[in-house]
């Protein structure tokens, strides 16, 4: 009877046995976070006497009893104190939970959490703490100076990360321009740095292209790294710009920046009546004494360029009033010439109404002298309209020759004026001698060419007085011009 007691006893025991469980499980933290480390022992009754710990780390690889819960001093270390793990289960509840703060990858091992229970004896569970390590990234760039021989633009570096991070260049908007080269380093401790560098030619294509990196990894979230290429060269093409009436400013694509100087005549300006900020140099007054030759220079430390402004003012007043006058006298000429003209005609038509006509046959002297006056009369006035055209085109060719020169603006409209009233003129005469049909007896055309070559002359010696108001240069082109002229009329 004793004996089948103690034999349903211990079948009791091990269903018992089978039946409990220590509930554990894999943690996974990120370096310098809190580890909960679950350690629960269910379905037992049991009575638990102690719960132990043991751990297998990175930096204790033999297996280490390091704390102990027991139900009349609670919990202890074992072997030295680690503040770094507190007790946050319940002993009566059968929880031995610990919580590990400030993890490292150090702690990174397994745990073991044991329960002593009567009058079974030990149950135990493994739970493994794995600690992932965050890359330490950084950018390092370079920056080349413009040329054909592919350099280093950058490289991106994830370092000591656990497991390895994963390191990209965004390259899409260059394409083929440039391109990325990716190395590994892997450590004892399990940690991984991964370099990635960023290839290409340093053009004027790729200066100011971004290209960020990104670092990937499962201890953090993505992170993008910008990165800007950036390509030096010397200043390219220096130009001028007139912002304002009185302000020029000068621009060129550098980089770095270019410095601007001003300089006239190779030395700094210095004149009261120009202020020079930077690139913008301000006139502040006009007048003669201004004019020179000015340089903008644009620099950094790869080089240098220049251009040259060349500022020229002319006081006009002079040739306004002859301009002005001359156009007056014309006016006078052309007015007095029509009264004259219109007088002749009137008394031409009277005569003409007194006559009775005379019938002639069409072989007689009369009318034979007819012809060869009509006759005449359209040769002169086709000699006078060829040399109406002739005067136009000269006319136009120099107007097209003023444009050419630097002081345009100033003399164009006064010259305009001058020649218009000059070819107007001309052309008055040669449609009135026209309309008015005259004999050439009374009024020859040779008369009428002599008047105009006085014309002529007269212009010739307002333009020489205009042009002794002008450069050396735009006085000898137009006393040219003027001379031409002169000759090409006289000889029609």
Known sequence: MAYTM???????????????RVIGGEKTVVQDGNAVLPCILIETQESLSQISWQRRTREK??????????????????????????????????????????????????????????????????????????????????????????????????????????????????????????????????TTTTISSLFGVPTLEVNNQSVPCVVTSEALA???????????????????????????????????PANFTWKRSGEA?????????????????????????????????HGNNSHK??????????????????????????ALWACYKFELLRRIIASVRGRQPVATSSNSPVRAQES??????????????????????MVIIFLMHIMLFEVYYIFAPIISVYLCCWLATA?????????????RSGMPGRNFTVFYKHALLDSKKNLLELGGQMSNKFRANLGIHAYVMLKFHTNV
């Open 427 to 439: 052309m008055f005469l040669g449609c009135s001698c026209h309309f008015c049909g005259l004999k």
């Open 372 to 393: 060869l006056q009509v006759q005449d009369q359209q040769a002169e006035v086709e000699k006078i309209s060829n040399c109406a055209l002739k005067t136009l085109f």
């Open 222 to 256: 993505n992170e993008t790294l910008p990165f800007t290429i950036q390509v030096h060269f010397p200043p390219m093409e220096v130009n001028i710009i007139k912002t304002s009436p009185n302000t020029f400013e000068c621009e060129s694509k550098a980089n770095p």
């Open 269 to 301: 300006v210095s004149q009261p009546s120009v202020t020079v900020d930077g690139a913008k140099l301000q006139f502040l007054s006009w007048t003669p004494d201004l004019n020179d030759l000015y340089e903008c220079e644009a620099s950094n430390q």
């Open 61 to 190: 690889p033999q297996n280490d009893n390091f704390y102990t819960i027991l139900p009349t001093t609670g919990p202890q270390f074992v072997g030295g104190e680690d503040k770094r793990f507190t007790f946050i289960g319940n002993f009566k509840g059968n929880n031995g939970t610990l919580l590990l703060s400030s993890v490292t990858l150090m702690d990174e091992g397994i745990y073991t959490c044991i329960f002593t229970l009567f009058p079974s004896g030990s149950h135990k569970t493994e739970i493994p703490l794995n600690v992932l390590v965050p890359p330490v990234t950084s950018l390092e760039s370079n920056t080349p100076t413009v040329g054909k021989d592919e350099v280093l633009f950058a490289t991106c570096t994830a370092a000591v990360s656990k497991p390895p991070a994963e390191v990209k260049w965004n390259i899409s908007p260059l394409g083929e321009k440039v391109r990325a080269a990716t190395s590994a380093t892997q450590y004892t401790n399990g």
């Open 6 to 20: 103690l034999l349903l006893l211990l079948l009791h025991q091990v269903r018992e046995t089978e039946a409990l």
């Open 309 to 334: 402004l060349y500022i020229q003012v002319v006081v006009v007043k002079d040739c306004c009033v002859a301009g002005w006058v001359l156009f007056a006298l014309l006016l006078i000429l052309n």
